[in-house]
């Protein structure tokens, strides 16, 4: 795995986490929670565009 890849997921999991423990604390921080899942989408969107679409191999072929 290169650096990127595992930044990636470091990126996912600190945001579900994050998400996840401001959403579960009785009183809720909604910036807290809009900060992890910012990192989140962050992690995804990153690892989505290194994945090809399928309409591009089927064009190449």
Known sequence: MNF???LNFI???IGGI???YAQAR???NQYI??????ILMI???RISR???S???SENQE
């Open 4 to 6: 990127s890849r595992i």
């Open 18 to 20: 994050v998400a996840i």
């Open 33 to 38: 929670l809009i900060g992890g899942i910012c």
């Open 50 to 52: 290194n994945i090809p």
């Open 43 to 45: 992690g995804v969107y």
């Open 26 to 28: 009785a009183d809720q």
């Open 11 to 13: 990126l996912i999991v």
């Open 54 to 56: 399928k309409d591009d």
